[in-house]
């Protein structure tokens, strides 16, 4: 991935505070016409730098139930690990998942309205993937902070 200009990091910044901004807004706020903003913002979705639009659920009411899922895998081959993930990518109740380095190999994040719901997801979802050795759950009591995925100082050093 190339490196963004101060236009595309000022559209992206501009982007994490309000996602719904209207083209026009965005195009006025870093001095450019509406068309080249357009243009430059499916540059960003073209090359990865913007994966999709999201909202952030406030009300807590709209997810009571939010489990963070630690997964050893019985082998941490490839051909375990790639078979693991395409298992993963089948269910839309798997929000996020990660490979780790330490104690565990991958953590997943899911969410259920109740906790009977959870234990369904677990039951018919987790307890079944191929390769699991072990699987251990905690339950998030509540958001304390949530954030859009932060974007690099201008002028800081890319990674």
Sequence with gaps: MSALDPIDQNLLRLLRLNGRRPNSELAAEVGLSPSSC??????????GVILGYTALIADPQATKVVAFVRITLERQTEDAMRTFEAAIRKHPEIEECYLMTGD????????????????????????RLPGVARINSSIAMRDVLRRAVPLPRPGAPAA
């Design 38 to 47: 357009l243009r430059r913002l499916k540059s960003l979705e073209d090359r």
């Design 104 to 127: 565990v190999d991958y953590i997943l994040r899911t969410s259920a309205e109740t906790t009977a719901a959870y234990e369904q997801i677990h039951n018919q979802i987790l307890a």
